[in-house]
């Protein structure tokens, strides 16, 4: 279940959503070349704007969490980081 954005928090809303997926790809909900949300869908479930959806991504991206694949989108990769 998606926890909801913290406004007040000093962690920005890009960094709570990655944060939130990050755990659900460590926790399997998300297995290995599986296609993460879409930044609409992110942007629905957790009501926020397009930036913060797609910066989320790239937070993920940046960890090796997940991999672009252009025009198709972010997927889990076949190994995690340790």
């Given at each position: 279940m998606v926890q909801?954005?913290?406004r007040d928090s000093a962690i920005?809303?890009?960094r709570q959503v990655a944060a939130?997926?990050?755990?659900s790809i460590r926790a399997g909900k998300y297995e290995p070349g599986r296609r993460l949300?879409?930044?609409p869908d992110?942007?629905?479930e957790?009501?926020?704007a397009k930036t913060t959806a797609?910066?989320?991504l790239q937070v993920l991206a940046s960890q090796g969490l997940a991999e672009l694949t252009y025009g198709m989108g972010y997927y889990?990769?076949?190994r995690l980081p340790e």
């Open positions: 909801p954005i913290d920005p809303p890009y939130q997926l990050a755990e949300p879409a930044v992110i942007m629905h957790w009501g926020v797609a910066k989320a889990v990769p076949e």
